[in-house]
């Protein structure tokens, strides 16, 4: 069960981001999926290179996990990658350490977009363990690219609730609040506290504008990790249901479904996504292999947490 979680966390991240991106910036709606492409955006692209990276070295490198983004970018450079990430890599290429090129964006105040928690899937699966190296790992591949606090405790936050999903056992019914006291207890930051007892407030909630106006359905990493969280949480019983109603919350919906089929999927395991959605996804047994590989380093070296 647990290599089918980690192939569900890692190909349920892909999905969710495919699905998405077909909504992306369209307000609060019903979604109603008539064609699946299958192809992903800079979401996939960048968590593909955090999987990658965590294979080669057996953990977390962050130098050789920034030159596998830079290779990766350079390599597919329209994915829809922001501003942000091109910059850092170019900054990085001319010299500047790895884990301090991103200090440079918005003024020296580092970027807290979503990006850093979009791509983390693999950090959650691989140190679902021991959620303090899980913590460290997570700042530290955020750091490549965003660090400020909000955009490093977002991704640490996103792969947390991964952590917690891959442990959690889907053949009993899911204790939504001790998930929720779990991720606050686990957080640092005041404004993802707040957020999360927010999610607890509104799981019963209908209207999906007060949703959004509460939780955020944003770029920023604290209006939509939260909402990740919130749609997994709202819909437990099934993948479709989580990524179809985290779609519909409108905005940032490619990154958003992205987070909530990465803890929908460890949650569930590949079986629970729809097979005319994985039949389909581009690269999908790529991604599904890199899931594997990284069950059986763990699972070969009897790792508690892997090596950082």
Known sequence: MLKSKFIGSLVGSAVGDALGSSFEGLWVSEVKVEGF????TDDTHMMIGVAESLIEKEGF???????????????????????????????????????????????????????????????GVFYHDDLEQLRAVAYGQSRI??????????????????????????????????????????????????????????????????????????????????????????NPQSFEECVLYAISLGGDTDTIGAMAGAISGAYHGAEAIPERWRSRLEAGDYIGKLAEKLWSIKNRKGLRGGRT
């Open 37 to 40: 492409s299958g192809r992903w």
């Open 61 to 123: 490198e962050g130098d050789h996990m920034a030159q596998t983004f830079i290779k990766n970018y350079e390599r597919e450079p329209w994915r829809g990658y922001a501003s942000g990430p091109p910059r850092v890599f170019r900054w990085i290429r001319s010299g500047v350490a790895w884990n301090e090129a991103a200090q440079r964006l918005f003024g020296g105040a580092g970027s807290y977009g979503n990006g850093a928690a979009m791509r983390v899937a693999p950090v």
């Open 145 to 234: 690219t965003h660090t400020h606090e909000l955009g490093t405790e977002g991704a640490a936050l996103q792969a947390c609730a991964v952590a917690l999903a891959i442990d959690a056992d889907p053949s009993y019914e899911l204790d939504s609040s001790a998930f929720l006291e779990k991720l606050k207890n686990f957080t640092h930051n005041e404004v993802y506290k707040l957020k999360l007892e927010r999610a607890w407030r509104l799981l019963g909630e209908k209207n999906k504008l007060r949703v959004v106006r509460e939780l955020g359905n944003g770029v920023e990493a604290q209006n939509s990790v939260p909402t990740a969280v919130y749609s997994f949480l709202r």
